[in-house]
Nanobody
Framework: QVQLVESGGGSVQAGGSLRLSCAAS????????MGWFRQAPGKEREFVAA????????SYTDSVKGRFTISRDNAKNTVYLQMNSLKPEDTAVYYC???????????????WGQGTQVTVSS
């Protein structure tokens, strides 16, 4: 069993920054990649970014490239999403997911956190 807990969400004005954290516990050896998804009201949950540790790789959806950075601290079993130059359209609940490699759909990740709210005002 793997548990994922997100933190770091909050409210920020457009152009501001937030850093989300996803802490993993339990049988973390079951995870070789982690991703971030987001879901806005009335919309489908969508892929944001992901990281795989071996071989090393990161991936981002086009709308966040150049603004968001995903990283990993293996000593803390934590993955981060640094979010800069935030826009109102980034407003959503952000979810952390874990799996065996980088996937782009929700159905392919085995483990999920409960989400953290990010609100960006204009």
């Amino acid at each position: 069993q793997v548990q994922l807990v997100e933190s770091g969400g909050g409210s920020v004005q457009a152009g501001g920054s937030l850093r989300l954290s996803c802490a993993a516990s339990g049988r973390t050896f079951s995870i070789a990649a982690m991703g971030w998804f987001r879901q806005a009201p009335g919309k489908e949950r969508e892929f944001v970014a992901a990281i795989r540790w071996s071989p090393s790789r990161t991936s981002y959806t086009d709308s966040v490239k150049g603004r968001f950075t995903i990283s990993r601290d293996n000593a803390k079993n934590t993955v981060y999403l640094q979010m800069n130059s935030l826009k109102p359209e980034d407003t959503a609940v952000y979810y952390c997911a874990g799996g065996t490699t980088i996937y782009y759909t929700t159905k392919d990740y085995r483990f999920w956190g409960q989400g953290t709210q990010v609100t960006v005002s204009s």
